[in-house]
């Protein structure tokens, strides 16, 4: 089971009877899950049918009622992310196409984990990418190809002031529940992309996947990117807002985006997670780990300069703050994130002390998000635990090791600040903080 407690699958239905049987999972570990699994329900009071409690009343209403829709709205601006700005924001009033596979199709937009969307079932009661853009376009028109003819699409590119091309994997392994084998476009979208590309530069790529989806030379010759991911019901509407500079995009990449030839050097069925991640990758990326534009411009540096040397002795150690002034060097108002990282300095003894499992090259401990009108600042304040010095060696063990690393705050590009720290365990013997359960 490996930690997990619940499969909403039928994987656990399938084959769990025969691992108990084959002596491949004890017991204990399956009825550990089950506990884990109903605590929370009992406590709730959901099986006793003598006590009251409002998890009894919540009725039908509540059911994307409007608070959640509007929360579920605010969550899709959020979640847009800029890779490259070029032309955007676009004009509105001019002749927009809207090109790509699902442009019309809202369920493209939600991925395949979710329950009904609309009273009378599917997704068309909200609005699709095409009918939010045109929505918004007022004074202009809007053509609309959902398909990948690349004949089609050039023609309508060509004919277009601005195009908004739409690249999507709904349909091939963007979902849940699949693994998957590739994490390139498909070579209809490819065909699609260059074809619309070169028809017109004047042309927004928007990415619309669950899984990441490797883009390729498209970084380079796409003239403005976004990266929506499955943006929900509300996804549309997100990003003509985006599109058309109503909502000033402010996310931050969640995953690293690799080459699509990634799958070639590494086993994507394997969970081993060595060169994988922000963590462990030591390759060049498409887009890194919390990469993210903005119509504004940044800038972050210290409020104060911070310790010389900070020395962590054990967990016990004191916390340090550290305090971080960002400032809209822009003239437009927007988000800012900023993200606090550990980072290793001197690594060559720690190869031995981990027992040969890999060194972190960074890991993230906070993160700050804020919106600030053009010319403003804001200081943000990270509190650092000593435990968040702490790697993990290759049996699974936690602990506070001896190295020199660097407290590093990041906006996901640009100019970084970093500040020294030494990790000193009493008399050089790690601190072990946890040691992990072997469930096999």
């Known amino acids: 089971m490996g930690g997990t407690d619940i499969d909403s699958g039928g994987t656990y239905r399938e084959n769990m009877f025969q691992a108990l049987a084959d002596g491949e999972l004890d017991e204990k570990y399956a009825r550990l899950g089950l506990t884990n699994s109903y605590k929370m329900r009992y406590m709730m009071g959901l099986f006793d049918p003598t ?34 700005k070029g032309p955007l924001p676009f004009k509105k009033g001019l002749k927009i196409a809207v090109i790509g596979q699902s442009v019309s199709d809202v369920a493209a937009l939600t991925g395949n984990y979710d329950g009904p969307l609309c009273p009378k079932g599917g997704a068309s009661c909200f609005p699709s990418i095409a009918d939010a853009v045109n929505a918004s376009n007022v004074g202009g028109t809007t053509t609309v190809l959902a398909s990948t003819d690349v004949t089609k699409a050039s023609a309508a590119a060509k004919a277009a002031d601005q195009v908004i091309l739409v690249v999507d994997n709904a349909r091939d392994g963007g979902g849940e ?25 004047m042309t927004v790529l928007v990415l619309v996947n669950g899984g990441l989806i490797s883009i390729d030379d498209l970084k380079s010759t796409a003239p403005a990117i976004i990266e929506a991911f499955m943006p929900g019901v509300h996804g549309g509407t997100a990003l ?19 080459h699509s030839s990634f799958v070639n050097v590494t086993d994507f069925l394997s969970m081993d ?40 002795t054990s967990s016990e150690s004191p916390r340090v703050t550290y305090n971080v002034t960002v400032t809209n060097t822009g003239t437009v108002e927007g988000d800012e994130v900023v993200l606090a990282y550990t980072k290793p300095t001197a690594t060559l003894e720690l190869e031995a002390a981990l027992l040969g499992a890999p060194i972190e090259i960074k890991k993230l401990f906070g993160f700050q998000r804020v919106t600030l009108a053009a010319g403003a600042s804001t200081t943000l304040s990270f509190d650092l635990d000593p435990t968040h010095f702490a790697l993990v ?17 990041s906006r996901g590009h640009g100019l970084e600040l970093a500040a020294p720290t030494t990790v000193a365990p009493f008399e050089g013997i790690p601190q072990r903080l946890k040691e992990l359960r072997k469930w096999w």
């Not at 699949?178 to 498909?186: A, F, M």
């Not at 001896?402 to 590093?408: E, F, K, N, P, S």
Request: with cysteine; glycine share 10%.
């Open 240 to 258: 003509a807002a985006t599109i058309f500079g109503d909502n000033n995009p402010g996310g931050k990449m969640p995953a690293t985006m690799y």
């Open 177 to 201: 529940g699949h693994d998957r084998y590739s994490i390139g476009l498909s070579d209809s979208q490819i065909a699609l992309a260059n074809a619309v590309i070169a028809a017109n530069p």
């Open 51 to 84: 006590v009251d409690n409002p998890y009894k009343h919540i009725g039908t209403e509540e059911v994307g009622c409007p608070a959640h829709q509007e929360m579920s709205l605010l969550g899709a601006l959020k979640g847009m992310v800029l890779l490259k």
């Open 393 to 409: 060696d290759a049996e699974g063990h936690t602990s506070l090791h001896a190295v020199d690393m660097d407290v590093v705050f």
């Open 273 to 312: 997670m060595s060169n994988r991640s922000y963590k462990y990758y030591t390759g060049t990326p498409l887009y890194p780990f919390g990469f993210g534009l903005s119509y504004s411009e940044f800038d972050i540096k210290w409020a104060n300069p911070p310790p010389t040397r900070h020395v962590v």
